[in-house]
């Protein structure tokens, strides 16, 4: 499967974006999405992630409440709704998919990868 993030911009904090990340293939539905992110100097850290059906996620405690996860698996796109944006959660965000069934959070379990967006929060 290919993966393409998008939706990243700058916005100020408080402020709220919404990313998508659209993949191709007909087998979208089998595979668990997630969301990380990557600011400069730090390691890639798990943002959440959303089971193949959509009815479970699971998050970090940095972003709980305020980001939601969603999937249209027709429309082969998983969604990060951000709210109450604020300057710590400046990253580029990745979106990835492993064909499974389980909620991973690590790295290493996700084998497909989409290219990144970039989210910049003003203070």
């Known amino acids: 499967v290919q993966l393409q993030a998008s939706g990243g911009g700058l916005v100020q904090a408080g402020g709220s974006l919404r990313l998508s990340c659209t993949a191709s293939?007909?087998?979208?539905?089998?595979?668990?999405v997630a969301w990380f992110r990557q600011a400069p100097g730090n390691e890639r850290e798990f943002v959440g992630t959303i089971i193949r059906s959509g009815s479970s996620t699971y998050y970090a405690d940095s972003v709980k409440g305020r980001f939601t996860i969603s999937r249209d698996n027709a429309k082969n796109t998983v969604y990060l709704q951000m709210n109450s944006l604020k300057p710590e959660d400046t990253a580029v965000y990745y979106c990835?998919?492993?064909?499974?069934?389980?909620?991973?959070?690590?790295?290493?379990?996700?084998?497909?990868w989409g290219q990144g967006t970039q989210v910049t929060v003003s203070s």
């Open positions: 293939g007909r087998t979208f539905s089998s595979y668990v």
């Open positions: 990835a998919a492993y064909q499974g069934g389980r909620l991973a959070t690590s790295v290493s379990e996700y084998g497909y």
